[in-house]
């Protein structure tokens, strides 16, 4: 495993993090399974962990408080997520700070996520939706200078919404946000225009979600895919988004260097970006977390190959099914 400086935090990162959302509201999920990929990842040098209070009402923040437990000797990182008051994600242009992140909510759930978690500190605390129109309201600043300061919170960060990654640039010039988690993959390249460079300017620390595109870019997905009811996923791949989406996979499939798979040209496209610190797939099976870290070689695409994705940007807007 390869690590980077994540932004101003001076933590040194593993390149390959791990997303824990999976492991509460998705289909599929096998406890025993899920214990041994965490393992291996952590005996991989994976020392990065996203989870959020939302992903199973603290379900999936208890698990990483026994993975953290029981690898007490080595250092984790431990990145979690308040949920907006009103429960909605996305967040919307007109949702007011107040309905979505007073300052007394913030705190609640800080103490939520510090039980569930069972640890005397967060390393970072997101926000799980954001509106950069809330930049300039202090009402949240306070909250996030009294976390700080008494201890209960080293870093907070920003995961900004789907297709949004401009909707955080004014609020990273206040100072008070040291990372921002943002969906960039083969398909969303858009951080690169704006979001990047501000955080290099500004050395934020950089966290790649939904490198696969919440399963796309695994090239598994077929126009005939189903999911479960109660998966999430069977509100968001609906027809219209499941055909489209299938179809750019399938245009990438021509490019996938012999011996590969489409996922792991998928992670190494984001790996040759230095601006992104860590990325952060969702992984519940020991044979995905043994592929996934294995691309944190240092060994970069060719260049020829890179340059081909480039051209396989996909610009999308919210929608009602986009979440
Ligand atoms: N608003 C937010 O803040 C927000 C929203 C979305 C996600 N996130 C964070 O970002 C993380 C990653 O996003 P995501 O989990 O939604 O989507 P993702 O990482 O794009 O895709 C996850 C899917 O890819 C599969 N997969 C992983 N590695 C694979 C491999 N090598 N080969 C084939 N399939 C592979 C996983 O399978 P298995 O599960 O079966 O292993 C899972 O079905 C989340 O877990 C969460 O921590 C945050």
Redesign the pocket.
Known sequence: MKYRKFGRTNWNVSEIG??????AD?S??DKQEIDK?LSLAIESGCNFF???WA?GDGK?EQILSHVVKTNAAKKLYV?T?IPAKNFT??SKPWFTLEECFPATHIIEYTEKSLQNLKVDCIDLQ?F??WEDGWANNDEWKSAVEKLKKEGKVKHFGV????WEPDNVLNTLQTGLIDSV?V?Y?IFDQAPEDNLFPLCRKLNVGV?A????????????LTKDTVFPKDDW?STYFVPENLNSSVEHADALKPLIPSGM????M??RFILCNDDVHTI??????V??????ISTSDGKKLEESLRLKLKNHRWDRTPTEWS?
């Open positions: 791990y997303g824990m959302w999976g492991l998705w599929g999920a990929a996203d989870t959020a992903y999936s990145a997520k994600w996305p997101q799980h939706v995961s900004v919404n789907r988690q969906i993959n966290i979600r939904v490198p696969f595109d919440e399963g796309t870019l695994t090239g598994m996923r798979t489409m996922a792991e998928a992670l952060i797939p969702g992984m519940r099976k044979r995905n977390v043994q592929a996934n979440q």
